[in-house]
């Protein structure tokens, strides 16, 4: 599974911005997304991620309130709403997926097998 993210680009504290995470094949039933950002000099932090089944979400805890991770399984692409945006969101996000994911590793990059190229993200004050 080859997975793509875009959306990226240069956005003002407060705005809105959409990312898109897009698999090159149909991924429902035990495929997990997951959404991790790292900026620079900093490690990858873990963002939102959504069972593709059941659609259960998770977010972290910096952006809880502000993110809203969701799936459109006949288009196999899962999105990543992000509202009132700040420049400490500034970072590279990635999109990652997992068909084996256990829940204790949901928020663990190392759980995830699929990745997508990043995409950026610039938040100016």
């Known amino acids: 599974v080859q997975l793509q993210a875009s959306g990226g680009g240069l956005v003002q504290a407060g705005d809105s911005l959409r990312l898109s995470c897009s698999a090159s094949?149909?991924?429902?039933?035990?495929?997990?997304v997951g959404w991790f950002r790292q900026a620079p000099g900093k490690e990858r932090e873990f963002v939102a991620a959504?069972?593709?089944?059941?659609?259960?979400?998770y977010y972290g805890d910096s952006i809880k309130g502000r993110f809203t991770i969701s799936r459109d399984n006949a288009k196999s692409t899962v999105y990543l709403h992000m509202n009132s945006l700040s420049t400490g969101d500034t970072a590279v996000y990635y999109c990652?997926?997992?068909?084996?994911?256990?829940?204790?590793?949901?928020?663990?990059?190392?759980?995830?097998?699929?990745w997508g190229q990043g995409t950026l993200v610039t938040v100016s004050s």
């Open positions: 959504i069972r593709l089944n059941s659609g259960t979400t």
């Open positions: 094949r149909r991924t429902s039933g035990r495929f997990t």
């Open positions: 990652a997926g997992s068909f084996t994911l256990i829940s204790s590793n949901t928020y663990n990059s190392a759980g995830y097998s699929y």
